[in-house]
Nanobody, 125 residues
Framework: QVQMVESGGGSVQAGGSLRLSCTAS????????MGWFRQAPGKDREKVSC????????YSADSVKGRFTISRDYGKNTLYLHMNSLKPEDTAMYYC??????????????????WGQGNQVTVFS
């Protein structure tokens, strides 16, 4: 059974930093494309960042480029999202996800089969 447990969210002042973690069990993150998504109240889900399972391709939404970085720790089977220079508009529920597609590319959102439970990030000004 696949489980993806997220942690690291919380409240932070604008300009601050947070690191989200997503520890997987039942799958090896080294063999899946991994992504971070977010959804704010009243808005559609947005793909924030993604890395192909080979690591050849990464993706970052324009809204987070230069501020957010995705990384993986294979030994801990954990995915991270390092978030710097946070803005109030980054406030959302953040989800990690895994896709068995995407060896050398970041899959479309619909192709992510396994999801974490979500972790709230709130940025106040």
């Amino acid at each position: 059974q696949v489980q993806m447990v997220e942690s690291g969210g919380g409240s932070v002042q604008a300009g601050g930093s947070l690191r989200l973690s997503c520890t997987a069990s039942g799958l090896s993150i080294a063999s899946y494309a991994m992504g971070w998504f977010r959804q704010a109240p009243g808005k559609d889900r947005e793909k924030v960042s993604c890395i192909s399972w080979t690591g050849v391709s990464t993706y970052s939404a324009d809204s987070v480029k230069g501020r957010f970085t995705i990384s993986r720790d294979y030994g801990k089977n954990t995915l991270y999202l390092h978030m710097n220079s946070l803005k109030p508009e980054d406030t959302a529920m953040y989800y990690c996800a895994a896709s068995f597609l995407g060896s050398n590319y970041c899959p479309a959102s619909r192709d992510f089969a396994f999801w974490g439970q979500g972790n709230q990030v709130t940025v106040f000004s």
